[in-house]
């Protein structure tokens, strides 16, 4: 078998093998293919795509590409949520708890962040001591015991989908939706779930800006998922506006406490139960959706998800009582309020400048080695729909170094368009994708 007839097999437009795809990522990964080779692949199949079956294939062969996690000791249906990323989404510190309290085990491998807030592993890390380095067999103890545990992807998880990410970045091959489901679907999939809720953002401050492509990249993942006979579905959210009202690491790390208290923002709240009560009907704990939206919101009222939330930040070496006293997390230099200059309603937040503004800040990173500072972020006060007074606070700028501070405060009066027509607030569920059905809202 040769790349060469490979790469004139899909630049021609006809379907790849199981073989030649399987052969082309195991050589690939070994080094024995060029990366000039595979970027002329990645270009052809940008062009001409892959049907069903060989997407199916290509990210088993990922899969295949390094090691898989064994989670068969953990006892009961693990059941995994992933998001297709977006502003001030910290849905994982949310969900994972209430989930776990309702008794569905969440055994979660996350990264940490490169973009404009740090990864899951950065926020929960705003715990001093809290530790995901763990061994496996540590890992599934926990889960066994408490029901929850959250570790360090390895270095080893589909290096094919590694070398292959890297190459598609500097051959402008990123935007083809097998590529892009098959690389997020190879982690989810090696990670050990046996059901996966996704949350597949859409909007100015998600990867796939317009719905109809947001709708396309959730079938495309679910079917990939029901492929390799994983129970998954897709729910569709909007992300023209930052999730919730902080964006940064502690400070969503409070909001997160918060709306496990019950005080949360309404669009995070109404996400995490929505994304919630699917996670228990395919760990079985709920018949329907209406069921387990009802148990997570008795979580919440009776405090066992906050308690959860406590229980794991112990269980894995940090100090849970910050979740009593968010006040004791670090606090930065400069705290400033941003008042708006205009009345009128609330138009449009462009959502991915808010996303810079914090990077700006120094909330993300902009490479894997760059630093990133857990007390820096934006809170905003006004959202879509609401009334701005002239004067009347929009948002709140933390920061430690003044120039971030006013470069930062310009890119967040730029993301707010006011007009004098009311403005009606949008639907956040846009639709969800099933095995069998994709239904709009």
């Given at each position: 078998?040769?790349?060469?007839?490979?790469?004139?097999?899909?630049?021609?437009?006809?379907?790849?093998?199981?073989?030649?795809?399987?052969?082309?990522?195991?050589?690939?990964?070994?080094?024995?293919?060029?990366?000039?080779?595979?970027?002329?692949?990645?270009?052809?199949?940008?062009?001409?795509?892959?049907?069903?079956?060989?997407?199916?294939?290509?990210?088993?062969?990922?899969?295949?590409?390094?090691?898989?996690?064994?989670?068969?000791?953990?006892?009961?249906?693990?059941?995994?949520?992933?998001?297709?990323?977006?502003?001030?989404?910290?849905?994982?510190?949310?969900?994972?708890?209430?989930?776990?309290?309702?008794?569905?085990?969440?055994?979660?491998?996350?990264?940490?962040?490169?973009?404009?807030?740090?990864?899951?592993?950065?926020?929960?890390?705003?715990?001093?001591?809290?530790?995901?380095?763990?061994?496996?067999?540590?890992?599934?103890?926990?889960?066994?015991?408490?029901?929850?545990?959250?570790?360090?992807?390895?270095?080893?998880?589909?290096?094919?989908?590694?070398?292959?990410?890297?190459l598609r970045d500097v051959t402008a091959t990123v935007d083809n939706l097998s590529l892009i489901a098959s690389s997020i679907m190879s982690k989810k999939i090696s990670s050990g779930a046996e059901a996966i809720?996704?949350?597949?953002?859409?909007?100015?401050?998600?990867?796939?800006?317009?719905?109809?492509?947001?709708?396309?990249?959730?079938?495309?993942?679910?079917?990939?998922?029901?492929?390799?006979?994983?129970?998954?579905?897709?729910?569709?959210?909007?992300?023209?506006?930052?999730?919730?009202?902080?964006?940064?690491?502690?400070?969503?790390?409070?909001?997160?406490?918060?709306?496990?208290?019950?005080?949360?923002?309404?669009?995070?709240?109404?996400?995490?139960?929505?994304?919630?009560?699917?996670?228990?009907?395919?760990?079985?704990?709920?018949?329907?959706?209406?069921?387990?939206?009802?148990?997570?919101?008795?979580?919440?009222?009776?405090?066992?998800?906050?308690?959860?939330?406590?229980?794991?930040?112990?269980?894995?070496?940090?100090?849970?009582?910050?979740?009593?006293?968010?006040?004791?997390?670090?606090?930065?230099?400069?705290?400033?309020?941003?008042?708006?200059?205009?009345?009128?309603?609330?138009?449009?937040?462009?959502?991915?400048?808010?996303?810079?503004?914090?990077?700006?800040?120094?909330?993300?990173?902009?490479?894997?080695?760059?630093?990133?500072?857990?007390?820096?972020?934006?809170?905003?006060?006004?959202?879509?729909?609401?009334?701005?007074?002239?004067?009347?606070?929009?948002?709140?700028?933390?920061?430690?170094?003044?120039?971030?501070?006013?470069?930062?405060?310009?890119?967040?009066?730029?993301?707010?368009?006011?007009?004098?027509?009311?403005?009606?607030?949008?639907?956040?569920?846009?639709?969800?994708?099933?095995?069998?059905?994709?239904?709009?809202?």
């Amino acid at each position: 078998m040769r790349m060469y007839d490979i790469i004139i097999k899909k630049r021609d437009g006809k379907e790849l093998t199981t073989e030649e795809i399987n052969f082309f990522i195991e050589e690939y990964t070994k080094g024995t293919i060029p990366d000039y080779q595979v970027s002329a692949l990645m270009m052809a199949i940008y062009f001409q795509k892959m049907n069903k079956r060989e997407t199916v294939d290509l990210t088993k062969a990922m899969v295949n590409s390094g090691d898989t996690i064994d989670l068969s000791k953990i006892e009961g249906i693990k059941v995994d949520k992933h998001s297709t990323g977006g502003v001030g989404d910290t849905t994982t510190l949310i969900l994972a708890p209430l989930v776990a309290a309702a008794g569905v085990p969440v055994a979660k491998m996350s990264g940490r962040g490169l973009g404009h807030t740090g990864g899951t592993i950065d926020k929960l890390e705003s715990f001093e001591g809290f530790c995901t380095n763990l061994p496996i067999e540590q890992f599934i103890e926990n889960v066994n015991n408490i029901k929850i545990s959250l570790g360090g992807q390895t270095g080893n998880l589909t290096p094919a989908d590694k070398k292959l990410y890297a190459l598609r970045d500097v051959t402008a091959t990123v935007d083809n939706l097998s590529l892009i489901a098959s690389s997020i679907m190879s982690k989810k999939i090696s990670s050990g779930a046996e059901a996966i809720v996704l949350d597949v953002k859409t909007g100015s401050g998600a990867f796939m800006k317009d719905l109809d492509s947001s709708f396309n990249l959730a079938r495309e993942m679910v079917d990939i998922g029901i492929g390799m006979n994983k129970d998954t579905i897709a729910v569709i959210t909007d992300m023209d506006q930052p999730l919730g009202f902080a964006v940064g690491n502690i400070l969503e790390v409070k909001e997160a406490i918060d709306t496990l208290n019950g005080n949360g923002p309404d669009d995070l709240t109404e996400l995490c139960l929505t994304l919630g009560s699917h996670m228990l009907v395919l760990g079985k704990k709920a018949k329907d959706t209406q069921e387990g939206r009802n148990i997570l919101q008795n979580i919440i009222s009776s405090k066992k998800g906050i308690d959860k939330l406590k229980e794991w930040i112990h269980m894995q070496g940090g100090d849970e009582k910050l979740v009593d006293n968010p006040d004791l997390f670090p606090t930065p230099k400069f705290v400033t309020a941003i008042s708006s200059s205009c009345e009128g309603y609330v138009n449009r937040i462009h959502a991915d400048s808010i996303g810079m503004a914090s990077l700006v800040l120094g909330a993300g990173r902009e490479t894997k080695e760059s630093p990133i500072d857990l007390s820096v972020g934006i809170v905003l006060h006004k959202k879509i729909g609401d009334f701005v007074k002239k004067g009347e606070k929009i948002a709140t700028i933390y920061a430690n170094d003044s120039y971030k501070q006013t470069q930062a405060t310009a890119m967040i009066i730029n993301a707010y368009d006011m007009i004098k027509e009311k403005v009606y607030k949008k639907p956040l569920i846009k639709g969800i994708v099933t095995k069998n059905d994709s239904i709009r809202y």
